[in-house]
């Protein structure tokens, strides 16, 4: 029988918690984000609260899928670190708890907001984007506020431009007015200037009603010959001066069922249908181009019965060139300008064409980028998921800190990866499906690699193996730090040391002249070689023990001169890999092996280099051993 276990109700009830505040906190980023966007339309217009309620509430909506996955990826971090800081993962741990176990109740939890972030933009989306850009688009439309500033032009009414020196809020009395007027074209201006005036709405808020005082009026006659230099114009002196100026302030919303042949007003069923729809047009249309071009351009000469008997006969082919020289200079000019002219005619045509095709493979991607957005949007939640909740049992950190920074890293690079994939496939570069899935195929792989070392308690954050993978990747190595000890058990037998001492340089001599390290090596025999160079090998062990023995002195100047002993890379200079078989296919490629060549080369040259250091370096011990 099913039963909820406590243990999962506190998982449950730690995670929703988190996730309702982190779910707000991102919804209102890209909020902010799609307002700014917008901002130019909404200031200066004079918006009642309602319809900035219903612009916020509408792109709330159409946020909301995008604003879960990084919601979900926040609060896993979150929720999974404190559980590390606070020790109680690992109490889980020691009860016989695995993390996937752990992560149980909340990967159901997380697979129902999938399924809802699914339903929000399969169902709920489509209907939130029609009203919210048909909202838009009428708030583009409506005409800005009335605020004429002062001291400048203010061209927000179409057709006109006022200038205003000075206002008097109190009575609404506008000081020194000059109105340019060109709503019948810039050469038949007509420009007002008055020393006072007023200006106000009528009624129905269609109309501006101008009332000036004390001013004049002048006006451009319209010239009846256009080609003489002076044009006549017309002066009007006024006391008082009434005009009406269209000015619609109302706020109109424009039908949504215009917008409803947009993509993203349509759910998965009906941007499939459109699909089709689109294909079999865009597929007949290119068929009927492609039968009309083949008809026109590539139409076989007709022949008479003479000319096709006589053409039968003859075998000798036709010399196209030759007719052509053959022709007169008039009519060498006629048939090159009469083909020119026809090439140009079929390519503007051609052009023309392609642009209809290609126009309806843009809609089609269009729709295609709509449809699989709705499933790789969803399938990102649980993707993030498996990426949050390991990667914060690995970090044991809790708080705002850590668990932001990595968030915003994680989505960033997920964004910018979608983004850059969406628009190569919208564009055509890219197949559509690959397009689409590549930011998931990409982060994938890194959920599953978290998940498995968070489950196995690997050590993935220590730096120090990184460090020590990369200075032997590109032949770097630490220096020795040998220092005196507090406490000192036995002292070395500095006798049986300097034999042995004696013995290292004696075998690092014979190697290093056996060898020759200065020569280049053998490419083959590096390709073909797995075995493990012995002497090195009992000559390093030799050397530690004797640098472990002689750190037991209390002599300065021994420990200061066996930090001078260099740490041996004993298989280096031999191969590439301990496996024959990875050996000689390194070889076989060839770019591959030169490196891995020239690799070994560089070893063993430091090889040669660090056995004249050992026999330098024991020689001075030897030395300072005999003057103790």
């Known amino acids: 029988m099913f039963r909820i276990k406590k243990l999962d109700i506190f998982i449950i009830k730690s995670f929703a918690?988190?996730?309702?505040?982190?779910?707000?906190?991102?919804?209102?980023?890209?909020?902010?984000?799609?307002?700014?966007?917008?901002?130019?339309?909404?200031?200066?217009?004079g918006l009642e609260m309602s319809v900035l309620a219903q612009f916020f509430f509408y792109s709330g909506v159409t946020l909301i899928p995008m604003s879960l996955p990084l919601a979900i990826?926040?609060?896993?971090?979150?929720?999974?670190?404190?559980?590390?800081?606070?020790?109680?993962?690992?109490?889980?741990?020691?009860?016989?708890?695995?993390?996937?176990?752990?992560?149980?109740?909340?990967?159901?939890?997380?697979?129902?907001?999938?399924?809802?972030?699914?339903?929000?933009?399969?169902?709920?989306?489509?209907?939130?984007?029609?009203?919210?850009?048909?909202?838009?688009?009428?708030m583009k439309q409506k005409s800005p506020e009335l605020d004429i500033p002062e001291g400048v032009f203010y061209d927000q009414i179409e057709g006109y431009n006022i200038y205003v020196k000075e206002k008097d809020k109190q009575s609404g009395m506008l000081r020194e007015v000059m109105i340019y007027n060109f709503s019948d074209g810039f050469e038949d201006a007509h420009i007002i200037v008055a020393d006072s005036g007023r200006m106000e709405m009528t009624a129905d808020k269609r109309y501006l009603q101008l009332h000036l005082y004390n001013g004049e009026q002048f006006e451009n006659l319209r010239s009846q010959n256009t080609r003489s230099?002076?044009?006549?114009?017309?002066?009007?002196?006024?006391?008082?001066?009434?005009?009406?100026?269209?000015?619609?302030?109302?706020?109109?919303?424009?039908?949504?069922?215009?917008?409803?042949?947009?993509?993203?007003?349509?759910?998965?069923?009906?941007?499939?249908?459109?699909?089709?729809?689109?294909?079999?047009?865009?597929?007949?249309?290119?068929?009927?181009?492609y039968a009309d071009a083949k008809e026109r351009v590539y139409r076989p000469v007709k022949l008479n019965a003479a000319d096709s008997t006589r053409l039968e006969k003859s075998q000798v082919p036709i010399n196209i060139d030759s007719?052509?020289?053959?022709?007169?200079?008039?009519?060498?000019?006629?048939?090159?300008?009469?083909?020119?002219?026809?090439?140009?005619?079929?390519?503007?045509?051609?052009?023309?064409?392609?642009?209809?095709?290609?126009?309806?493979?843009?809609?089609?991607?269009?729709?295609?980028?709509?449809?699989?957005?709705?499933?790789?949007?969803?399938?990102?939640?649980?993707?993030?998921?498996?990426?949050?909740?390991?990667?914060?049992?690995?970090?044991?950190?809790?708080?705002?800190?850590?668990?932001?920074?990595?968030?915003?890293?994680?989505?960033?690079?997920?964004y910018v990866i979608d983004n850059t994939s969406t628009k190569m496939a919208r564009e055509g570069e890219l197949q559509m499906w690959f397009g689409m899935w590549i930011s998931t195929l990409i982060l994938a792989p890194l959920g599953a690699f978290l998940t498995y070392k968070a489950n196995n308690?690997?050590?993935?954050?220590?730096?120090?193996?990184?460090?020590?993978?990369?200075?032997?990747?590109?032949?770097?190595?630490?220096?020795?730090?040998?220092?005196?000890?507090?406490?000192?058990?036995?002292?070395?037998?500095?006798?049986?040391?300097?034999?042995?001492?004696?013995?290292?340089?004696?075998?690092?001599?014979?190697?290093?002249?056996?060898?020759?390290?200065?020569?280049?090596?053998?490419?083959?025999?590096?390709?073909?070689?797995?075995?493990?160079?012995?002497?090195?090998?009992?000559?390093?062990?030799?050397?530690?023990?004797?640098?472990?023995?002689?750190?037991?002195?209390?002599?300065?100047?021994?420990?200061?001169?066996?930090?001078?002993?260099?740490?041996?890379?004993?298989?280096?200079?031999?191969?590439?890999?301990r496996f024959l078989w990875v050996n000689i296919l390194i070889g076989l490629i060839i770019p591959v092996g030169l490196i891995f060549y020239f690799r070994i080369w560089f070893f063993g040259l430091r090889l040669d280099k660090d056995l004249k250091e050992i026999v330098k370096t024991s020689d001075e011990i030897r030395t300072r051993i005999e003057q103790l």
């Open 229 to 289: 230099r002076n044009v006549p114009y017309r002066r009007e002196t006024f006391r008082e001066k009434h005009s009406l100026i269209e000015f619609d302030a109302n706020f109109n919303v424009m039908d949504a069922g215009l917008l409803s042949n947009q993509s993203a007003s349509k759910n998965m069923a009906e941007l499939k249908h459109s699909i089709d729809s689109m294909a079999t047009e865009t597929d007949s249309i290119g068929r009927s181009y």
């Open 323 to 414: 007719l052509f020289r053959a022709q007169s200079l008039s009519k060498r000019e006629n048939l090159l300008q009469s083909a020119l002219t026809r090439v140009q005619t079929q390519s503007s045509d051609l052009s023309m064409k392609s642009f209809a095709t290609s126009d309806g493979d843009k809609k089609i991607r269009r729709h295609w980028k709509d449809w699989w957005t709705k499933i790789t949007l969803s399938l990102a939640c649980i993707l993030f998921f498996f990426i949050g909740a390991p990667l914060g049992a690995i970090i044991r950190k809790g708080g705002l800190g850590m668990p932001v920074i990595i968030s915003v890293v994680l989505f960033i690079f997920y």
């Open 73 to 138: 990826l926040l609060a896993t971090l979150i929720t999974f670190g404190n559980f590390g800081e606070r020790c109680e993962l690992l109490a889980m741990k020691a009860a016989g708890i695995s993390l996937i176990k752990v992560m149980r109740p909340l990967i159901i939890l997380v697979t129902l907001i999938a399924g809802l972030s699914f339903y929000f933009q399969n169902v709920v989306g489509p209907q939130a984007t029609v009203k919210l850009y048909a909202l838009i688009f009428s």
């Open 17 to 45: 918690l988190l996730l309702t505040g982190t779910f707000f906190i991102c919804l209102f980023i890209f909020m902010m984000q799609f307002l700014w966007r917008y901002v130019d339309e909404l200031v200066g217009k």
């Open 457 to 577: 308690d690997s050590v993935v954050f220590n730096m120090d193996v990184y460090k020590n993978f990369f200075m032997k990747l590109f032949g770097l190595r630490a220096k020795r730090h040998i220092f005196k000890k507090e406490v000192i058990i036995e002292d070395p037998d500095y006798p049986r040391v300097s034999q042995r001492l004696e013995s290292l340089i004696a075998t690092s001599r014979e190697y290093a002249q056996s060898k020759r390290f200065n020569r280049p090596p053998n490419y083959f025999k590096i390709f073909t070689n797995n075995s493990i160079d012995h002497v090195i090998h009992d000559l390093n062990l030799e050397l530690e023990s004797i640098i472990e023995e002689l750190s037991n002195s209390k002599d300065g100047v021994i420990l200061n001169t066996l930090n001078n002993y260099p740490i041996l890379s004993t298989n280096a200079h031999k191969s590439p890999s």
